[in-house]
């Protein structure tokens, strides 16, 4: 065993790269169990986790969770592998199942879809003991996975549920506060629940008492469109708020009018983004749907045909697409709902 000194400056050289929701959040919490003083970027997309790790000349292991696969990720992946470098991919999009041909087979990786990441994350490291941060994320990201069940029988689902909706409003509060994302997976970490800590308590209340989740609604429900099986928001280059709830609040309201399809498109001079949702039949019910429409697939294949980029689970996808094929995604989208 070498000297604290040594072991301490192995596991800064760790780099934990995921995204920043409520997936996101406990698998830095699993990572930094096993890393404890691994430096950790909440990143949106692939793109910009290829641009930290180019950046990053210093980290001899990388962990790259919930990212989905791209080419150029892969690329970089790639190289990072061939300087020498530990890379640890671990997912659960099917978009990186159908890329995994591209990866350098020095690459160590975990693909399961059907669960959520940071159940990926606790079956690669272990880490029996947070077996609750898993369940949490698979509770926000509707899969259905052992963790979640072994956890639902220890605790229950109103807990369970309970504690997830405190993550999930805590970390919108303030989307952009990476310090906070950081700061609370320090202490999931530990073993915390997220009701046992208390500025995630704080948040989650302020959201309470400031109505921000039922303003969110109320903003939805009176700028939405309904075609068919698809509810649609469509905003221009100005968006108004939607405090943060975004995609969560259109698929609510979408769910209120029976529809099977939420969409959220936000229109950026030639550039269109757009956020898509599959829906449960109810929030409450967390097992994986498998539709005939899988919206990741749908997305990969429009853009790679029209232009742009996008992709996902079969449940929820985004990407960006040309101005000039809006309409016709929102006729296709239309006809497979």
Request: overall charge positive.
């Amino acid at each position: 065993m070498g000297s604290p000194r040594e072991t301490w400056r192995d596991e800064r050289r760790v780099h934990v790269l995921t995204r920043g929701n409520v997936d996101g959040i406990t698998s830095a919490a699993l990572a930094l169990a096993r890393y404890p003083d691994a430096r950790v970027s909440f990143v949106t997309n692939a793109g910009l986790a290829s641009q930290a790790m180019r950046r990053d000349l210093s980290s001899r292991t990388f962990l790259l969770i919930d990212l989905g696969l791209t080419p150029p990720l892969a690329k970089t992946l790639g190289r990072k592998a061939a300087a020498g470098a530990q890379v640890v991919l671990l997912d659960h999009h099917d978009q990186t199942l159908r890329n995994e041909a591209l990866l350098d087979p020095a690459v160590a990786r975990l693909i399961v879809p059907g669960i959520s990441a940071a159940a990926v994350t606790r079956r690669w490291l272990g880490l029996e003991r947070l077996t609750h941060l898993s369940a949490i994320a698979d509770v926000v990201e509707y899969c259905a996975s052992d963790d979640l069940e072994r956890v639902r029988v220890e605790v229950g689902d109103r807990r369970l549920h309970r504690e997830a909706e405190m993550l999930d409003f805590a970390w919108r509060f303030d989307v952009p506060d990476d310090r906070f994302r950081t700061q609370v997976a320090r202490r999931l970490a530990d073993g915390a629940w997220p009701s046992e800590i208390p500025e995630v308590r704080r948040r989650y209340f302020a959201i309470l008492n400031e109505r921000r989740w039922e303003r969110a609604l109320e903003r939805v429900r009176a700028r939405i469109q309904v075609t068919g099986n698809v509810a649609l928001l469509s905003f221009p280059r100005r968006k108004p708020s939607l405090f943060g709830f975004g995609s969560r609040a259109v698929a609510a309201v979408a769910r209120e009018r029976g529809c099977r399809v939420a969409l959220l498109v936000h229109r950026r001079a030639d550039i269109v983004s757009v956020s898509a949702r599959l829906l449960a039949p109810c929030p409450e019910v967390p097992e994986r749907i498998r539709p005939e429409l899988d919206l990741g697939r749908f997305l990969h294949e429009f853009t790679a045909y029209h232009g742009g980029s996008g992709g996902g689970h079969p449940e929820s996808a985004g990407g960006k697409i040309p101005h000039r094929a809006l309409g016709t995604f929102l006729k296709e989208i239309e006809v497979f709902a």
